[in-house]
Every structure is written in structure tokens, then in C-alpha cells.
């Protein structure tokens, strides 16, 4: 269970979130929506531990962990996963030996013997399978010459293979056709787990036809200033944020 | 930064500042064996030239030779267009000879228990580095056995396996060793590819040199073994002067890897080498280098300055010589591993990963000269600047007139890790055939702190993240390298690289 409270971050001394509190039950998928500038990818950063994303007040917890004492790579290897709305290419690295290395750096910090080579082929079958990616293209180079599709399928692939207990899905669906949006939100729906807190963050009510979520909360200058059931996504699409801000 | 109120302050992640942070100390080679040498004072002059010469009961015309190259080097200018600062070097300030006394012309059961001590030191400087000089010694995952020759300052202290070699044709032996049995072979080679007059440290190589090793490979044989060569400098204020020369006859193929290393000091140290390959019709020779010579502390001072001269002459018809190198040691690198590239159809090329940190400074590529019908050559040059490192890529590929058809494709990429390094790439083309084609392709990158970000959150921790994307920068290089050695490669680049960032 993802819990946040009270939180207040800065970027290059500027105020971007102001006091946001926000709790995602395992096993619940709860979206945020929000114009922009409202401080959505602020949110992602932070969780995920960013450079430059200043706390100046507030906690954010995930179970036991105090995740502001911990670095980038710890908060990973506890659960944190980061969907990016821009996948990073990283030339001449292959992209299973990567995996390997992200999951055997988990397992590492699980006090988990490291997977051999064919145990992980095998999970690494199974996984794409679920996300319906191919074999080819699991084994390029990381994001490299992929298309936007093939990046974000990439991204379902680390998760899957990951298991993260929390997953934060940054504008998954951004720059995706109609046919990828299917297939990366069948991928992202397939993870769905009783054991995993997924956190959506779009501007788009379509995703959310894709993917379901338990709950909506809208992120306004800083703050949820509104939550609601899936049917809130449908007002927003309808009326705007405007309503809410006079609120 | 994410910097919590609480009093518990943030691990740090990657950024700017902390990418710019200092290089750590991560040199495992730097300890020193204290054993007793035979060494030749400070200074030189043409008595030393004479000592070293008699040290080695070497014959007069290889006296004569040493000499005439002596009167040369007096002659010459230090080369100073390379791309590298550091202050003169004070030529008689070095010793030009130091030999551990425990190598007596005794075998090895007629030792007494003193000399016995002290050749058990010296065998395990060799265990300690990991370079098995015992012929138990199979590397682990590797079916072949290796080869070594290991030279300790001047000479060469062990050479492997000569039997098996033996039975094959082939021979790998100290220089020293084959002056006295195949002086013939050594005579006619000597010097034929890089003389004398050549350059500065060419003609200091030519007047000093001190051992190296040989290797022959006979007309149709395909070595049954990797050669290698282990260079330590051991001794305090000693240079390493050492010279190897490799025949490959017709339809003939090896392939041969080099070691450096040196203890971590404060003074430079002077390393003036000089390689010679010769391949004949139809032969190859694959000569892998990974050079890790003590690269000097964080804020400059101690290192070895490793000024080299390498060049193969693929002199017969469809040979084959190709160069690998991955260059991490040294405070300051001059070296340009070439081709000459004689033999109708034959071919050059030259795979590197070299590597400036803290305040190393390298000036490295190489040269393909082009002179027979149809020669090809392959440059992939990988360069990598961190902290105040100040890389330099000089390559020349020069066409000549008769080289009707030749080609040449080069790539030089640079990466940079922080803000505080520099790279250059300096190529010179020179095309004198209209039937030629010359492709260079350049580029520069640099470590983002995106793609440490992304590599992060993923679980890898900083150092692994960047190990990764450097090992994937240098991929098309360490594909060529043999097996094992890339292996040692890679982690050798991992610990050169240990605290470049944050």
C-alpha cells in the first residue's frame, strides 16, 4: 500500500506540489488526472526518487518503507516501478541482459539467490507472452530504434518482469495508436494483482476505458482537490477542470 | 537531490555535482615485490648501452646496432605535437636495467634456499596479478591453454609451455633467448619494421632495449595456442624498455595478448616499448593489448608515461594484422598501433577502447597506410573521458598511388562521463588513388543523467548503471577481443571507472 501524506515538493526552488495526500491500497488501481502543469510527472519523479525533486515537507511510505530515506535504486529494489512517458535509449546494451541485471540487483536486495540463465529465459518467455511482445524484440538493444509502441510494450515487459509492489504508468498512453494502447493496456490489465498498487497517470479518459481504475483523483496546483469512482474520468471529459478549481 | 526535512538526509542519486565528483583509487595492481635486483645506475650514456648489451652476452652486431641507434636518439628532439602535457623528462634520472638476482643460470633445484625465496617472491607477483605462469595453469572456462612470457623490468623471468610450442614449429621466447639461439631470424627482422630512425623512442628503444618477446610462426602453421606476454614494472626508478618481434611466415595464423601493469607511485615512470609484426602471404596475426600500467593518483601525480611504437607490415600477399587494444593505465599514452599495408589484398585493423580518468591524459590511435592493389583496413576507435581525463583520437589512413582499390572505413566515437573531461578526434586522410574509398563516421556522446535515471530505477545501482552503459558504448570492440581477455576487459574498465561518478 502506497501511502503519501502531506506532501510538498520544489523544483529549482519553485513550488510544484502543496500539500498532496493520496493512499493506494494494495490490489487498487487509482488514476490521477489533471491539466497540465498540475504537477502529474512531479508525482512520478518524486515517488521514483529523482534528482532535482526537492521535499521540503511530508512522507511517503510504501508498507515498511520510509521511501524518502532511500536512493533511486533502493526504492526500485523494494518495489518501486516507474512506466516512463519517455522510455531513455541506452545504445549497445542488450535488452534481456539488462533485465537480467534488474532483476538479479532485486533479488540481490531480497536476500534472493541470482536467477541462472535458463530459469530466467524461461520467466522471460512467460512474461512476454502475457504483454504480447516477441522474442525478437526483447533481445535488441535497450529502446534503441524501437517505435513508440514497442518502447511502451517495453516498459509492461520490466514491470512484468520486475513485479514491483507498486507501479506508477506515467501517460502510458502517450503517442500510442488505437491498436498499442489495446495491447499495452491488455498487458497492463494481465498485471493487475491483489499484491500491487497501480498508480494511472493520464490526461486522457481513454485509457482509463482501457484500463479501469478503482479510483479517480484529480490533481489540481498541487493538491487532489477531488476523488471519485471510475465515472469521474467521464465528467472530467466532459466538463474540464474549470468546475473544480472554483471549488 | 531529494532532501527530506527529517533529519534523515537523501541518498544522493546521480547528478551534475555528482557526476563531476573526483575518480576514486581503484587500482588492484599497485603493490610492489620486494625482491632483491641487479640493476644499472641512474644515467645514460654509451658505457650503458655497453652494460646492458654485455649483461645479455649479446653478439657484436647487435652491439652495433644498439650504438648506431644511440648516436641517433642523441640527435633527435622529444616529439611534442601530441595533445598531452606533462613536465621533460629527465632522461638520466631513469635506470635502464634492473634484473631480479634470484634469475641465476642455476636450474631451478640447484638454487640455495635464499635464491629459491626469492624466486618464489617473484612467481607470485605473477599468481597475485592472476597470470598463470605455472603450466598447470588452464584458465578457467578456457579448453586451450595460454602461453605466457612474463618480463619483470628488464627481463623476462618464465616463458610457458615451450615444449608443446616446440613440437608445432612454432617459437615464443624471451628477444634475449632468441638473440642467442635464432640469431638469423632475429638479424633479418630486427628493427625492418620500426627502425631506428623511426622516432624519438624508437631510437631510445633501439639503444636500451632490454627484453621483450620473440615469436616465429612457421610457413602453414596455425599456432595450437594464444601467446601472451605479461609486462610488471617492478623496480623503483627504472624504465621498461622492452622490444617484441613477431614472424609470421606464409598461410601461418596467431594470436597474441599483452599485459602491463606497475606499481601505484608518485614518480612517473617511463615506458618506451617498440612492437614489430611481419606477416608473410596469407598469414594473420591478431595482437590483443590490455594495458593497465599504474594511471596516477586522482590530482595527477605518479603514473607511467607509456610512449609506444607499434606497427605491423603486412608485407605478403592477402595478409592479415589486426590490432586490439583496451588502454585504461598510463597518466600519459602516446601510442598509434599501425598497419603497412604492402601485399596486394591484404588487411588492417584496429579495434580500441581507451580510457582517460582523473588526470590521464592519452593521445592514441593508429595508422593504415595503404600501398598494395585492393588493401582494406577497419578502424573502430571507442574513446572515454571521465573526470579530468583529456582524450585525443589521431588516426591516419593514407592511400597511395599504386593502391588501386583500396578501402578503408573508419569509426571514432567518443563518450564523456561528466563535465570536467575532454575528447578529441584528430583524423588525417590522404588519398593519392581516384579508385579509393575512405569512409570516416565520428560522433560524441556524453552519460546523461536520463539514462542513469532509467538504468536506477530499474535497481542497478549507480556504478553498475554506469558500467553498463560504458560496456555498451565499448561492445563493437570487446566482440573482437579473445574470451577471456574481454572478460578481464570489461571489468578492468569497471574498476578504472569505480567512483567517476558520484
Known sequence: MLTIENLHVEVDGKAILKGLSLTVPAGEVHAIMGPNGSGKSTLSYVLAGKEGYVVTAGSIRIGDFDLLEMSVDERAQAGVFLAFQYPVEVPGVNNKVFLRHALNAKRKAAGQPELDAVSFIKLLNEKLALVGMSKELAGRELNSGYSGGEKKKNEILQMAMLDPKLAILDEIDSGLDIDALKAVAAGVNALRSPQRSMLLITHYQRLLDAIAPDHVHVLLDGRIVHAGGPELALELEERGYDWLRAA | ?502
Open chain 2, 1 to 502: 537531490m531529494v532532501a527530506s526535512p527529517t533529519p534523515n538526509p537523501a541518498k544522493p542519486s546521480a547528478s551534475r555535482e555528482t557526476i563531476d565528483a573526483i575518480a576514486g583509487q581503484g587500482y588492484d595492481a599497485g603493490f610492489f615485490t620486494d625482491i632483491e635486483a641487479d640493476a644499472a645506475p641512474p644515467g645514460l650514456d654509451e658505457s650503458i648501452v655497453r652494460f646492458i648489451s654485455a649483461k645479455k652476452n649479446e653478439p657484436e652486431w647487435l652491439l652495433a646496432w644498439r650504438l648506431q641507434a644511440f648516436a641517433l636518439w642523441q640527435k633527435m628532439d622529444e616529439p611534442r605535437w601530441a595533445h598531452v602535457d606533462y613536465p621533460p623528462v629527465d632522461f638520466q634520472a631513469i635506470s635502464y636495467y634492473s634484473a631480479p638476482k634470484a634469475l641465476t643460470s642455476k636450474k631451478l633445484e640447484d638454487l640455495d634456499p635464499e635464491e629459491r625465496a626469492q624466486y618464489d617472491e617473484l612467481m607470485r607477483t605473477y599468481e597475485r596479478l592472476g597470470v598463470p605462469v605455472n603450466e598447470r595453469g588452464k584458465l578457467a572456462g578456457n579448453e586451450i591453454g595460454v602461453a605466457v612470457d612474463a618480463v619483470f623490468d628488464s627481463v623476462s623471468v618464465i616463458t610457458t609451455f615451450k615444449e608443446n610450442l616446440t613440437r608445432a614449429g612454432v617459437i615464443f621466447c624471451s628477444l634475449s633467448e632468441a638473440v642467442r639461439e635464432h640469431p638469423e631470424l632475429v638479424r633479418k627482422h630486427l628493427g625492418s619494421v620500426v627502425p631506428a630512425t623511426d622516432n624519438y623512442y624508437a631510437a631510445l628503444n633501439a639503444a636500451v632495449f632490454s627484453d621483450g618477446s620473440f615469436v616465429y610462426i612457421p610457413k602453414g602453421v596455425r599456432c595450437p595456442m594464444e601467446l601472451s606476454t605479461y609486462f610488471r614494472i617492478n623496480a623503483k626508478g627504472t624504465g621498461q624498455f622492452e622490444r617484441t618481434l613477431i614472424v609470421a611466415e606464409d598461410q601461418s595464423y596467431v594470436s597474441y595478448l599483452e599485459g602491463c601493469t606497475a606499481p601505484r607511485r608518485d614518480e612517473n615512470q617511463l615506458h618506451a616499448a617498440v612492437v614489430e609484426l611481419v606477416a608473410h602471404d596469407d598469414a594473420e596475426i591478431k595482437y590483443s593489448t590490455v594495458q593497465n600500467w599504474y594511471p596516477g593518483d586522482a590530482e595527477g601525480k605518479g603514473g607511467i608515461y607509456n610512449f609506444v611504437t607499434k606497427r605491423g607490415l603486412c608485407k605478403g600477399r592477402g595478409s592479415k594484422i589486426s590490432w586490439t587494444q583496451v588502454e585504461t593505465g598510463s597518466a600519459i599514452t602516446w601510442k598509434y598501433p599501425s598497419c603497412i599495408l604492402k601485399g596486394d589484398d591484404s588487411i588492417g585493423e584496429f579495434y580500441s577502447v581507451a580510457l582517460s580518468n582523473r588526470r590521464q591524459q592519452a593521445d592514441t590511435g593508429t595508422k593504415m597506410i595503404h600501398l598494395g592493389r585492393n588493401t582494406r583496413s577497419t578502424i573502430v576507435s571507442k574513446g572515454i573521458s571521465a573526470g579530468h581525463g583529456l582524450q585525443t583520437y589521431r588516426g591516419q589512413v593514407r592511400i597511395a598511388k599504386a593502391a588501386e582499390g583500396a578501402r578503408n572505413y573508419t569509426a571514432c566515437d567518443s563518450l564523456l562521463i561528466g563535465s570536467t573531461c575532454t575528447a578529441d578526434t584528430v583524423p588525417y586522410i590522404e588519398v593519392a588513388n581516384a579508385t579509393a574509398s575512405v569512409e570516416h563516421e565520428a560522433s560524441t556522446s556524453r552519460i546523461s543523467e536520463e539514462q542513469l535515471f532509467y538504468l536506477m530505477q530499474r535497481g542497478l545501482s549507480q556504478e553498475d548503471a554506469v558500467s553498463m552503459i560504458v560496456n555498451g558504448f565499448c561492445k563493437d570492440v570487446f566482440r573482437v577481443l579473445p574470451m577471456e581477455f574481454a572478460v578481464e576487459a570489461q571489468k578492468l574498465l569497471d574498476v578504472s571507472l569505480e567512483g567517476s561518478v558520484g
